[in-house]
């Protein structure tokens, strides 16, 4: 008697193979085609928007940031009408480098102190609002104080060389500050000539500032910079509250949080004199100062 296997092999159960059959020409020439892809459906343009504005909110958060200045507290270095693209990352990012100081930063990360003599863009107090500009000039730790308006860190006075006055036409963003620094040019335009001075810092960092002559700010107590803070100064020393005088709103800033910082300036990428109308497009160049574009810092 013959062993019989309880259950066969697979192979044994499957009909044997048909002949295939030839194929048409036309259904080869099918079969050879690839099949057409779906087209990728385009966004629609309030997605498109979405996206536009999150790419830059991106970009003013965390890469650059353009500002505007609208006062002569940094001349002779900035003038009023100039535009400039400020860096986030140098000092970090708190809520106040997200647009609207958004709170979803609890505190700064990536920090890094600014140099003695950086630009920077921050928020004055008391309100930590309102974005100004001014330069650094203490630093935690420093003491910083006026003497007969020459600027003292440390107890050593800051070297201070005068220079030929620095002149700026009157346009629709500037007016002399007083009547004895106004001065008419050879073609007969009207101009400010102010008494400008080449500052230079311990590390060796030069810079113009404008001493209009005495005034009450140009003799203070000496004030050390505590930790966290910066004592930041205009480059137009009588025409700048900044942190000589207490931190009120509208008024002077006082001593600067670091986690204020916003930016560090960088270059101008545009300037006017005010001049321009905005139904008179030709005016947009003519009211321009291209002569102060592209200026670093």
């Known amino acids: 008697m013959t062993d019989t296997p309880e259950i066969a092999p697979a192979e044994a159960l499957l009909p044997p193979a048909a002949e295939a059959a030839p194929a048409s020409p036309a259904a080869a020439e099918s079969m050879s085609q690839p099949k057409p892809r779906k087209e990728k459906k385009e966004d629609s343009f309030p997605v498109f928007l979405i996206k536009l504005v999150l790419i830059v909110a991106f970009f003013r958060s965390f890469v650059f940031s353009p500002f505007n200045i609208p006062s002569e507290s940094m001349l002779p270095r900035l003038e009023n009408g100039d535009y400039l693209l400020a860096a986030k990352w ?126 009450p700010q140009d003799d203070t107590a000496p004030v050390i910079v505590p930790q966290g803070q910066l004592f930041l100064m205009g480059d137009n020393r009588d025409n700048s509250l900044d942190s000589r005088f207490p931190a009120i709103e509208g008024g002077g800033i006082g001593l600067v ?18 001049s321009a109308n905005w139904f008179l497009p030709w005016t947009w160049f003519t009211s321009a100062r291209f002569n102060r574009i592209g200026g670093l810092f």
């Not at 949080?257 to 005010?274: E, H």
């Open 90 to 215: 140098p000092y970090g990012y708190s809520k106040y480098s997200l647009p609207f100081s958004a709170p979803l930063l609890p505190f700064r990360i990536l920090s890094s102190q600014p140099a003695r003599g950086d630009v920077v863009i921050f928020k004055a107090p008391p309100g930590n609002n309102v974005d100004y500009i001014k330069r650094v000039i203490g630093l935690p730790g420093d003491t910083v104080q006026m003497v007969g308006g020459v600027l003292q860190i440390n107890g050593n006075p800051v070297s201070k060389r005068k220079l030929d006055d620095f002149v700026i036409r009157v346009s629709a963003n500037t007016n002399c500050i007083a009547p004895e620094f106004e001065a008419t040019e050879a073609d007969g335009a009207a101009s400010c000539h102010y008494p400008q001075f080449r500052e230079t810092l311990p590390e060796g960092k030069s810079y113009n500032v404008l001493d209009l002559g005495y005034r």
């Open 257 to 274: 949080p670091q986690d204020n910082l916003v930016g560090k300036a960088m270059i101008v990428m545009w300037s006017t004199d005010g």
